[in-house]
């Protein structure tokens, strides 16, 4: 099998992806840089540059330029507690478009039960209906100290929580339970295929 791994630069998704490579998959990891929002690019690289010396595969590194591409959009939603629901979707269809493009099978996530907003099951419900492609989920019942235990032993964690700032996209109030028909009523407004379309074209590999 032959998956792409979201890559955010923290705690959980390098695990995720060491684990499905540890199963045997084939792991191209794609990293949304989110800046100027956000910043992680380079705690990716690292990682990414460890998670090749943990499993032995080539991992190519994707990068593509979210922020420019889809959080300034995502910004104007006038329902900002529908954010991260929104980021999450287009981070998504974008890992849709790059496996499709790579011939990969799935898409792998950090995602555990609960821990953020986005990953309650209904906002996880209303993420996965943007894709048709398969969501791997390997850490989604693991407590989240369990997953730091596991990123320590295998030497991603420091490397995850280095220079690690907050999302200032991330509203003060983040909806828990997201409703499919207000998700798609704020995509009404976007333009989704050049968002998407921007993020892929805009792709560096490492």
Known sequence: MKAVALLSGGIDSPVAAY???KQGAEILLLHMDGSPFFESSGRAEKLATKLRELTGQPMPLFTAPHGSANLADIEKAERKNLRCVLCKRFMMRTAQALAEREKADAIVMGDSLGQVASQTLRNMRAEQQAVSVPIIR???GMDKQDIVD???QIGTY???IR???PCLMVPERPTVAARLSDILDAEE???IEGMVGKALGGIKIS
Do not use: N, T
């Open 19 to 21: 684990l499905m490579a």
């Open 138 to 140: 390997p850490l989604i």
């Open 150 to 152: 596991l990123a320590r």
């Open 158 to 160: 420091e490397l995850s």
């Open 163 to 165: 220079e690690a700032g």
């Open 189 to 191: 407004k976007m333009d």
